[in-house]
Each structure stands twice: as structure tokens, then as C-alpha cells.
């Protein structure tokens, strides 16, 4: 891990040391990182069809998951544009209504 440069979050093995310091910064970050790649998988699970999987060629199980991410991605997508494109169209609907 270290040669590639990947930090493991949680506590280290072994005896603790006496002036051990725990940086609550990046332990914050990486439970944060942490919980929004368990809901992706999550959602992906129980919206796209990620936890009915039942191929049994290893091909078709890896076309099956490479479709439920990329469903997965593009519901995201869809989902930021139709918030981006309802939020500007109310804002000018309010702002013209308030005349």
C-alpha cells in the first residue's frame, strides 16, 4: 500500500503507542467516502438489479454487472439534469410570478 501511495483508515494493529494522535479530519473523510460507495452499491442492489444476478458463465455475469452500473449511471445522470433543468425553470417561474 505504501508504494502505491493508499491509506488504510481504522485503527492499526498491534499495541497502541502512548502518544498515538488520531487526525479526525481524514478519519471524518474516508467514513464519508466510505458511506456513499455502500449506498451506491446499495442502490445498485436494490433499484438496477445488481443483487438478482443468477449467470453462470463468467462473461455473462461480468456483461451483467458492466449493464447494472451503467443503469446506475445514467438514472444518476438523468437525475441531475432533470434537477438542474425543474430548478432553473422555477426559480424564473417564481421571479416572474412575483411581479
Known sequence: CKKY?????????????????????IEYKD?????Q???DFSLAKRCHGLGMIRTRL???TFSTI???IVSLNLS???RNFLRALFD???RSFFRASSI
Open 66 to 68: 458492466a449493464l447494472a
Open 88 to 90: 432553473r425553470n422555477f
Open 58 to 60: 463468467a462473461e455473462t
Open 5 to 25: 501511495h493508499i491509506r488504510l483508515s481504522g485503527p492499526k494493529l498491534g499495541r497502541p503507542k502512548k502518544d498515538d494522535r488520531v487526525d479526525k479530519t
Open 31 to 35: 467514513n464519508r467516502d466510505r458511506i
Open 76 to 78: 444518476k445522470i438523468q
Open 37 to 39: 460507495v455502500e449506498r
